[in-house]
């Protein structure tokens, strides 16, 4: 091989090459590839253009072939040619005109995709083109729907459109960006100055890069939208007077749209010139309203703007308005990207000025946006539909000559306008006298717009052209018909979707059946109007009860109830009618999307028809004004017909609630049974329609009434479908009828709530926001309910008598479930504000009493000067002024007896919390567009109302669903009462009440344990003290140590309550106004415990100090007996024989008995309690006449005096008293005697308790008696008598002396026993005797010589620590019995007075014994005492925890004593007695260790200290388990009635309350608190059950006093001086006492059963006759008796 003299290349750049041809070859490929599919598309294109040339080619025939075959040119785009050339075939239409271009149509298929790619790479929206966006998520509140910026992105803009265009703002259109940089920069240049020519730059708006056309973004927006956002789109442009978009481009559609649905919502009101005189009006849908339609169209290109001259056109001189986006408008100048072939519309509507409108008659003006010569299709419709088309150009060529020649025949007139260029001008008038025959023109059709042509002139021209072409009976198409010609050129229409077709069909088969509405109601809506009604008005009657008439309450109230039952009944017998059927499938089983066109549906032909019904009825109206006298009957008649012409979709809605209602009420009564319900899915379908944006009806405006069980139902199924997720604020608005209310609430949150037509809001609708989810958690809610009612001082309702109750039952349960209220006004109407003000002041009013505060806004409308807020200060204080004389007035009609203020009532900011907003329209409708400053100061409300509403919601939790329904109830059943106030029952505010009353029970269970200890502790110290050291500084020490106990105790108490309205507890704010009567309970429960506390220490220390001489006594006695052992011990030493055991003894008794014998032993004098009392008595008495006197001497002595039970006699009451009544002496006797017997009786047993309480608390101390004793017993007696309500019970001196003499004389026989049983305790020589086996076991070990040490010690334990040890048990054991009671499985019955009330009648219910019902409702204290007591003995008999509770304590003591034992060793404890001593000292506040047994201890004790203590020690298990064995030995009765804290009574004290009983029925007070501001109870029973009986026929009266409360009854009784008085007045004469009516049929259900089952024997044991009871009182179960209980206790179903 030959060298090349090359060198060889190394290995790694040969790899290098390899790889890059190896490249070069992937990437040649890869353009073989990419050329080869576009050859294959070059291919089909050059098809398409084969086919388009052979089409073209061939000869004219028609124009309208030409149109067809280009609308089909249009739908190539991914067709395979095929079939195109197919369709081609089939159309015989020729095709030929010179100068069209054929490549017009492949030009338009390659740039449609560009719409696709605008939204997605400009505007951000491509996830919007599958899934559309809805009007849901447009109105979904989120931190950008409170933002106003100007849009920073053009991503930004669509958002930005929607938001500001759904606030009715002018600006929606504008698409300018805000760019700070450039703001920066302009600035900056404006800051310099300018040196010279060159500086100055001239402004450009030639750069449009980041703009786009205002058209572009509207038409991507349509694109991205549903149909029913589309709707929403339009009738809102429609408000603004914005241009609607008719026919939309084919963006991704291969057709056109024809935009019917999307305007089928706007409805147009005028006043043609034709009804001027007659001042009549027109109102109709526009796509139903035929009208002449002039178009607008551009051919080739124009120097000026058409759109421009079209606002020119349509608006008057004197107020400009841009209908249409023009070139001069902001971003009117970017070129459009999408919107060309755009047709928009706009029309003009008269108002009746002849000498302002522009046009007599509507006309509609159609703008295409885009050269006809690219949109032939659009145009082409427009020929079809338009009676003139204006065409704007600058020249004819004769390619368009061509294109206009096809025109020919087509009966639509055509102009032209033309700004002529001078090169052109020649050509163009050739063309144009072409033209004359073919298209019929004339002179008036040609218009010339020069550069120098005056527009003003120019426009007024046009006008005059327009106006012309009117007056010449064009043709009035309305857009429905216009649709069948888009339908012919092939174009789509928005609405022919199948879904909205099939909705379409439902609908119109339910509405063709509507001829006349009114008779269609009465015949198709058969269970509302009048059976609603008359329902409506029996609810309202069983509360309050004004027709009752001479019957008896509770009859009538069942006759009542019967007729709501029989209404129930005739509307259950009722089938759905076809159309309801129909209703019922269309929102039940078409799908979400066909449901919504279902019910839109619905909404345009009920309006239409309702619309035509209105106008008709008016018409007849007017003609009888003219034609009629004044005829009142007539008029009236026709003013119902008109009111009942009204027809909507909430009625059909309102119909199936009543289906519901009936049905449901029907099942209840048993009389069908569940599986048999047809309707129970109702409320899961109307839940939906709530979830889909729909408003749900909660007040039926018609019959003024809220469907109850429905709303109820339906709100729990909504509830359940958002998983429980559904906490929501509400708003509300208020004010007088029309003045804009829906409008407002519409412009804020885009609503549109179901308004039928011809009238405003009826009742109240409610509608869902939801909040966005990133938001929620800001916001504090998941939703935003708002709620529109009808308006206050209606004129419809303003003839009604009840009109002004009306009002106020609306505007109190509106504001009651609100958490903002604006209060709407207009300004010019100053009398009805005025009476708005006062009804509002109530509602507030009433509002706060029950806990709940609102906040308040006032919007004041009409009212457009910039400088309003300022100038209106003095009206704003004007208005504060107004409203605190409003308030002061509803305070007064509501009965409340101080003075207030609106502040008062809640918190007004006279600044922040009012409002000025513009009027709606700016000019004068209909051509009026929505005001700017209208919309600008909407959004300010706005924003600063959620702002509020996020404070709002972090000072209390939102309502839930399931609260909102609490609150609808509870508020619907106070309004239905004459006096909301006394009528509210909110089972929120008492489970709130509740929950609190339980809490405080526990702190003040705390408060009463830790007294209970310190006492016990210092008992224990003083008894451990020397007499002599036991002096008055030592009581101050102690009165001391107490009151910073007890004010510790407190602070801690008052803390806890604070802590607990600032943990954010559900439902707190409603019970703020009983934080004070918790704070006064504190205090009072303080002042319990110190005077409690303070008598104890002074009793011990009595004791202690009352030994002090037996003490003596026994020292000397002790001291006696010790010399004498020692004597006998030394003598029986020096005895020679030593004695056994037997001697010992008998040596030893024998000693005992000879110093017994030698020591001065006088017994301690007993006293004759008796005599002592008797004593106090007499001179208690003394001053009582001598009628008392004589009583007391023919009495025998005290103790002896026997009185088993106090009864009542007739010598207790002065008879004379009845002579001074106008009626019959044994009617009067009868009525006299029972009233005052009862209340006599019940005071009797009331202090002969209360007396025997302080007895036996005295006889528990176990110490001596004292003659204090008898004096507190007769100030407690004393005290009672001497009130003024006991005066009126005209007692005589009798009742008063056998009275005393009954409680002195239980008195005196207790203390008695207690007085000899203490001189037994403390006697020397009974306590000597007990220590004589101690000094027999020490005599003869010491005589033994044995180590005593261990017995010593043994004696010890079992002498000394034995009793201290279970004296510290019984001390402990009630404290710990309570709580562990409190831990047991009946917890839940002893947490609050009111849970234990409703526990005892349960159980009361389930034993079902007349005897226990008669103790409960006569003798309540001793029963609730009994049953107590009997609940403890049960508890802790079948369970071993009391003996664990005794375990524990003496467990616990054990250790500490242990733990003293071993820690007492030392110098200063080496003896014994020094070991005890300081033994004694270190447990001196736990144990009482018996000094008696004590010093014998140490009796000739020689041991050690230290062994001594090691004994006990050792000793201490044994010691344990003896004294425990001891208490298991004991009876539980026995081990309750030794405990120093007796757990009946901290029991009792939980749950008894403060003791007061109804005035009427004598039911107990269930107040959570013991200081409270008002006494009440959850039901009330039978006034029969409480002994009373009818005067007349002895009866027993079977009235409950929660229904007379509400009645129209008269009582009276001693408080009223025996006149008459109607029960609802009654707090004029118990003030303290709170009696709610029922508020339900059913509340008071248990103590009717009760009464029913036990009728016979009530009578017998009240010797009366059985009551006549209402026949459904048989009916009642025992089931539903407890269900009533658990209902009236507002008590969950699990507690019960």
Not at 267 to 280: A, D, N, Q, T
Not at 286 to 297: D, G, I, K
Not at 454 to 478: D, I
Not at 908 to 931: F, R, S, T
Request: aromatic residues 10%.
């Amino acid at each position: 091989m030959k060298d090349t003299g090359k060198s060889i290349l190394p290995m790694e750049e040969l790899e290098k090459e390899r790889n890059k041809l190896e490249n070069e070859k992937k990437e040649l490929e890869r353009k073989r590839n990419f050329f080869k599919v576009t050859r294959d598309e070059l291919a089909k294109e050059m098809k398409v253009l084969v086919f388009f040339k052979k089409t073209i080619e061939k000869p004219i025939n028609d124009a309208k072939g030409i149109r067809s075959t280009l609308n089909r040119c249009e739908q190539v785009e991914d067709r395979q040619v095929v079939e195109i050339l197919h369709e081609v075939e089939e159309n015989q239409s020729d095709l030929y005109q010179h100068g069209i271009v054929a490549e017009e149509a492949p030009k338009k298929f390659r740039e449609r995709p560009k719409a696709c790619q605008y939204i997605e790479s400009k505007l951000k929206m491509e996830k919007y083109r599958r899934r559309k966006l809805t009007l849901s998520d447009v109105l979904e509140i989120s931190p950008e729907s409170l933002n106003n910026r100007p849009p920073q992105t053009i991503a930004h803009l669509p958002w930005c459109f929607l938001q500001k265009l759904l606030a009715l703002n002018q600006t929606a259109r504008s698409t300018n960006l805000k760019h700070r940089a450039l703001d920066d920069q302009i600035l900056s240049v404006d800051n310099e100055e300018l040196d010279s020519q060159e500086d100055i730059i001239l402004f450009s708006d030639t750069d449009t890069s980041d703009s786009l056309n205002p058209l572009d973004v509207l038409c991507a927006v349509l694109l991205c939208s549903d149909s029913f956002l589309q709707q929403e789109i339009l009738s809102k442009m429609s408000m603004c007077q914005f241009a609607l978009p008719l026919l939309l481009p084919a963006l991704d559609t291969p057709k056109c749209t024809l935009m019917l649905w999307a305007m089928r919502d706007i409805v147009k009101k005028w006043r043609p010139h034709s009804l001027v005189e007659s001042r009549g009006f027109r109102e109709e849908s526009l796509v139903l309203t035929a009208m002449p339609t002039v178009s607008f169209v551009r051919l080739g290109s124009c120097s000026f703007s058409k759109s421009q001259l079209l606002n020119e056109l349509l608006s008057p001189s004197h107020q400009h308005h841009n209908f249409f986006i023009h070139r001069d408008m902001e971003s009117g100048n970017v070129p459009r990207e999408i919107a060309d072939g755009l047709v928009e519309v706009s029309w003009y509507f008269p108002g009746g000025r002849e000498g302002s409108d522009l046009f007599p008659e509507p006309i509609a003006v159609t703008n295409l946006h885009g050269d006809i010569e690219s949109h032939w299709l659009q145009f082409s419709f427009l020929t079809e539909v338009s009676s003139a088309v204006f065409i704007v150009t600058e020249s004819i060529s004769e390619r368009q000559y061509a294109l206009l020649s096809s025109l020919q025949g087509s009966a639509t007139k055509y102009y032209f306008i033309f700004n002529n260029q001078a090169e052109k001008a020649k050509e163009t008038l050739g063309f144009l006298n072409k033209l004359v025959p073919v298209l019929k023109l004339n002179k008036s059709h040609v218009l010339q717009k020069g550069s120098t042509t005056n527009k003003a002139t120019f426009v007024k021209y046009l006008q005059s052209a327009v106006a012309a072409m009117m007056k010449s009976s064009p043709k009035g198409m309305n857009i429905e018909a216009m649709a069948v010609s888009a339908r012919e050129l092939g174009i789509q229409i928005d609405e022919d979707g199948e879904e909205c077709q099939c909705a379409s069909k439902y609908a119109k088969e339910i509405t063709e059946e509507i001829e006349d509405v009114a008779q269609y109601k009465s015949k198709n809506m058969r269970l509302q109007g009048e059976p609603w009604n008359k329902l409506a008005k029996v609810e309202k009657e069983i509360c309050q009860l004004r027709r009752q008439g001479e019957i008896l309450i509770e009859n009538y109230k069942s006759q009542l109830k019967k007729e709501l039952l029989e209404l129930r009944d005739q509307q259950s017998k009722h089938d759905l009618t076809n159309g309801l059927s129909k209703f019922v499938t269309g929102i039940g089983q078409l799908s979400p999307r066909g449901k919504h066109y279902f019910l839109k549906w619905m909404k345009f032909c009920l309006d239409h028809i309702a619309r035509e019904n209105l106008s008709k009825l008016r018409d007849e109206y007017k003609e009888k004004c003219k034609n009629s006298k004044n005829d009142p009957k007539m008029f009236a008649e026709h003013d119902k017909q008109i009111s009942g012409s009204s027809l909507g979709v909430e009625h059909f809605m309102r119909e199936l609630g009543q289906f519901y209602e009936a049905e449901y009420s029907m099942a209840k009564e048993g009389k069908i049974a569940e599986n048999k319900r047809q309707f129970i899915h109702f409320p899961d379908i109307a839940a939906d329609l709530m979830l889909e944006g729909f408003p749900l009806e909660l007040i039926d405006g018609d019959v003024s009434s809220i469907p109850l069980q429905w709303v109820t139902d339906v709100l729990t199924q909504l509830h359940d479908k958002l998983g429980g997720r559904s906490k929501m604020l509400v708003l509300t608005v208020l004010g007088v009828q029309s003045t804009g209310k829906s409008t407002l609430l519409n412009t804020m949150f885009g609503l549109q709530f179901a308004v039928s037509s011809g009238r405003c809001t009826r009742g109240a609708f409610m509608s869902l926001i939801k909040v966005a989810e990133k938001f929620q958690q800001e916001l504090g809610c998941d939703f935003l309910l708002v709620i529109d009612t009808e308006g206050l001082k209606a004129p419809e309702l303003a003839k009604l008598e009840d009109s002004y109750q009306h009002d106020n039952e609306l505007a109190t349960l509106v504001v009651g479930l609100s958490d903002i209220t604006i209060v709407n006004m207009a300004m010019e109407n100053a009398t009805e504000m005025k009476d708005v003000l006062q009804i509002v002041s109530h509602a507030f009013l009433r509002m706060k009493e029950i806990g709940h505060k609102p906040n308040c806004q006032f919007v004041h409308q009409n009212v457009s000067d910039v400088s309003a807020h300022d100038q209106n200060m003095r009206d704003r204080k004007h208005l504060l002024e107004q409203l605190d004389e409003m308030t002061k007035a509803a305070a007064k009609m509501e009965k409340k007896c101080r003075e207030m203020k609106f502040s008062d009532i809640m918190d007004y900011d006279l600044e922040k919390h009012n409002w000025y907003i513009p009027g709606l329209w700016h000019g004068v409708p209909p051509m009026a567009p929505v005001n700017m400053g209208y919309s600008e100061k909407v959004y300010e409300l706005k924003k600063y109302l959620f702002e509020f509403l996020k404070g709002c919601s972090q000072r209390r939790s939102p309502k839930d669903i399931p609260q909102f329904i609490e609150w609808v109830r509870s508020l619907w059943n106070a309004v239905k009462h004459e006096n909301f106030i006394f009528s509210f029952r909110n089972s929120l505010v008492a489970e709130a009440y509740n929950q609190l009353s339980v809490k405080y029970a526990e702190w003040e269970w705390d408060f009463r344990k830790m007294m209970h200890l310190w006492v016990s502790k210092k008992e224990t110290f003083i008894m451990n003290q020397s007499p002599d050291k036991v002096d008055t500084n030592v009581l101050t020490k102690l009165k001391t140590e107490e009151q910073e106990k007890l004010r510790l105790e407190e602070q801690k108490i008052l803390a806890h309550l604070k802590q607990y309205f600032e943990s954010g507890a559900v439902n707190l704010h409603l019970i703020e106004k009983y934080k004070e009567d918790f704070r006064r309970s504190a205090n009072g429960l303080r002042n319990e415990l110190e005077s409690y506390s303070f008598s104890k220490l002074q009793e011990v220390i009595k004791i202690r100090k009352s030994r002090h001489k037996t003490d003596a006594i026994l020292s000397d006695y002790k001291r006696k007996i010790e010399e004498k052992v020692d004597r006998l011990l030394n003598h029986c030493r020096k005895s020679k024989c030593k004695l056994n055991n037997d001697e010992q003894e008998k040596e030893f008794g024998n000693m005992w008995t000879e110093t017994l014998s030698e020591l001065s032993l006088i017994p301690l004098p007993k006293c004759n309690i008796g005599k002592d009392m008797e004593f106090h008595l007499r001179k208690d008495l003394e001053k009582r006449g001598s009628a008392a006197w004589q009583m007391l001497e023919s009495a025998t002595s005290l103790p002896t005096y026997k009185t088993q039970n106090f009864k009542m006699k007739e010598e207790y009451f002065d008879l004379k008293v009845i002579r001074g009544f106008r009626i019959s002496m044994s009617g009067m006797k009868e009525y006299f005697t029972h009233e005052c017997w009862n209340k006599a009786e019940a005071l009797a047993m009331a202090l002969i308790q209360d007396c025997n309480n302080y007895t036996k608390g005295k006889v528990n101390c176990k110490a001596d008696y004292d003659e204090t004793y008898s004096r507190e017993l007769l100030w407690i007696i004393n005290e009672q008598l001497q009130q003024a309500k006991v005066e009126k019970l005209h007692t005589t001196p009798c009742f008063e002396v056998d009275l005393k003499l009954h409680i002195l004389g239980d008195a005196a026989r207790a203390f008695q026993k207690m007085h000899e049983d203490f001189i037994k305790e403390i006697d020397p020589l009974q306590r000597l005797e007990k220590l004589k086996p101690q000094y027999l076991s020490t005599f003869k070990a010491v005589y033994s010589e044995k180590d005593e040490c261990q017995n010593k010690a043994w004696n010890f334990c079992d002498q000394c620590l034995r009793p201290a040890l279970v004296d510290h048990v019984n001390k402990r054991l009630g404290t710990e019995i309570v709580d562990d009671f409190l831990m047991s499985e009946r917890s839940i019955e002893y947490s609050s007075r009111k849970f234990f009330q409703f526990f005892v009648l349960e159980q009361l219910l389930e034993e079902n014994d007349f005897n226990n019902y008669v103790q409960y409702t006569r003798n309540y204290v001793n029963f609730i005492k009994t049953r107590i007591q009997r609940h403890l003995l049960t508890h802790y008999r079948q369970k071993a925890s009391l003996g664990d509770l005794e375990k524990n304590i003496l467990s616990s003591i054990i250790k500490k004593l242990s733990k003293v034992l071993k820690e007492s060793k030392g110098e200063k404890t080496k003896t014994v007695p020094s070991f005890l001593d300081n033994l004694c000292e270190m447990l001196q506040q736990d144990l009482v260790i018996p000094k008696d047994s004590l010093e014998v201890i140490l009796f000739k004790n020689t041991a050690s200290a230290d062994q001594f203590s090691v004994f006990i020690l050792n000793f201490i298990p044994d010691l344990e388990k003896q004294v425990l064995s001891s208490f298991e030995k004991m009876e539980i009765e026995s081990k309750l009635s030794e405990l120093k804290v007796k757990p009946q009574d901290e029991m009792f004290k939980r749950v008894f309350g403060c003791g007061k009983q109804c005035p009427f029925c004598k039911v107990p007070c269930e107040a959570g608190t013991s200081v409270h501001e008002q006494h009440s109870a959850s039901v009330h029973r039978p006034k029969g059950l409480g002994t009373w009986r009818w005067i007349e026929t002895k009866k027993l009266c079977y009235d409950i006093c929660s229904s007379s409360v509400a009645s129209n009854n008269t009582f009276r009784c001693q408080e009223t001086k025996w006149e008459f008085h109607p029960y609802k007045d009654y707090r004029k004469f118990f003030p303290d006492w709170c009696i709610q009516p029922d508020d339900s049929i059913k509340a008071s259900d248990y103590w009717k059963f009760v009464f029913k089952e036990f009728n016979e024997d009530f009578a017998k044991e009240f010797q009366a006759l059985p009551a006549d009871l209402p026949e459904d009182w048989h009916k009642i179960t025992k089931e539903q008796a407890l269900e009533s209980l658990k209902e009236a206790f507002a008590l969950k179903p699990q507690t019960g």
